[in-house]
């Protein structure tokens, strides 16, 4: 599958921004999706992942509250919704795709993916 994240920007501290990563080659229904991130500098970091059907969601440290992960599998897409948006969280956001089950609790390890996006640039000003 390949995958194509899309609507990263430039925003102001406090804004909110929706990302999205569209798949090409098959269904979204086989995968677990997840977001990752990386700053500058910095290793990369777990920010979000879903279960196949969208059942189940889990979310890296701090993050819960500020960022929604959703999906339409039907339009194979998986949006993650960004707000009170931070300059911390500028970076670099991947969208990935893994065969394993989400249940396994292996989510958060960029491992456990096989398939990633290009990246889409997101950068906070405060």
């Known amino acids: 599958v390949q995958l194509q994240a899309s609507g990263g920007g430039l925003v102001q501290a406090g804004d909110s921004l929706r990302l999205s990563c569209t798949a090409s080659g098959r269904t979204l229904n086989s995968y677990t999706m997840g977001w990752f991130r990386q700053a500058p500098g910095k290793e990369r970091e777990f920010v979000a992942a879903?279960?196949?059907?969208?059942?189940?969601?889990y979310y890296g440290d701090n993050l819960k509250g500020r960022f929604t992960i959703s999906r339409d599998n039907a339009k194979r897409t998986m949006y993650l919704q960004m707000s009170s948006l931070k300059p911390d969280d500028t970076a670099l956001y991947y969208c990935t795709a893994g065969t394993g089950r989400f249940y396994s609790g292996s989510y958060h390890i960029a491992g456990f993916y096989n398939f990633w996006g290009q990246g889409t640039q997101v950068t906070v000003s405060s």
């Open positions: 879903i279960a196949r059907s969208g059942e189940s969601t």
